[in-house]
T-cell receptor, first 110, second 116 residues
Framework: KNEVEQSPQNLTAQEGEFITINCSYS?????LHWLQQHPGGGIVSLFM???GKKKHGRLIATINIQEKHSSLHITASHPRDSAVYIC????????????FGQGTRLTINP | GAVVSQHPSRVICKSGTSVKIECRSL??????MFWYRQFPKQSLMLMAT?????????EQGVEKDKFLINHASLTLSTLTVTSAHPEDSSFYIC????????????FGDGTRLSIL
């Protein structure tokens, strides 16, 4: 079993739809990154959170440490949101090492 | 925001060539940098952790003599793929952090390496 499980693995939606990507992890963590990887490969860190909820524009990330679960939400989705979204907990054992989920490939159709 | 510059973005070269990839933090001091490799449709895989002024810590299965890492300053780390072979073709990406606990990691744009 992977230490980090994301669902769904692939998601196709229409522009404007509300998107939710889920992440469950089994390792002990100090924080968790949500990353966005564009087709060219570059990666942007969207959020780093260790509790509660963070919001940035149309993006919302939540985390429940007790349940070892995090979600990334996108409101009013747009084709430019099409990318791979990666959940990456920061392991407390690993000297700031990130543990990566397999990613969710999101496609937003106009 | 924090910016990490990675260069070159793409390399195509012959088998046996050594390739150097640079990772620079442009507006912050990166005490720790990480080097990752990613094969198509797979997740990132950590290769090594690099701390300024000390030897890199390599993950299990990563050959330190094959993948030379230098982190000589607080803003620059380099990865050299020595005597590259086609199986080394991959996407290499670095990240940098200021080093204190729970500081976010900032990623470069990656280097796509193709060995012919």
């Amino acid at each position: 079993k992977n230490e980090v499980e994301q669902s769904p693995q692939n998601l196709t939606a229409q522009e404007g739809e509300f998107i939710t990507i889920n992440c469950s992890y089994s390792v002990g963590i100090s924080a968790l990154h949500w990353l966005q990887q564009h087709p060219g490969g570059g990666i942007v860190s969207l959020f780093m959170l260790s509790s509660g909820k963070k919001k940035h524009g149309r993006l919302i990330a939540t985390i429940n440490i007790q349940e070892k679960h995090s979600s990334l939400h996108i409101t009013a989705s747009h084709p430019r949101d099409s990318a791979v979204y990666i959940c990456a907990p920061l392991s407390i054992q690993g000297a700031q090492k990130l543990v990566f989920g397999q990613g969710t490939r999101l496609t937003i159709n106009p | 925001g924090a910016v990490v510059s990675q260069h070159p973005s793409r390399v195509i070269c012959k088998s046996g060539t050594s390739v150097k990839i640079e990772c620079r933090s442009l507006d912050f001091q990166a005490t720790t940098m990480f080097w990752y490799r990613q094969f198509p449709k797979q997740s990132l895989m950590l290769m090594a952790t690099s701390n300024e002024g000390s030897k890199a810590t390599y993950e299990q299965g990563v050959e330190k003599d094959k993948f030379l890492i230098n982190h000589a300053s607080l803003t620059l780390s380099t990865l050299t793929v020595t005597s590259a072979h086609p199986e080394d073709s991959s996407f290499y990406i670095c990240s940098a952090t200021q080093g204190a606990l729970n500081q976010p990691q900032h990623f470069g744009d990656g280097t796509r390496l193709s060995i012919l």
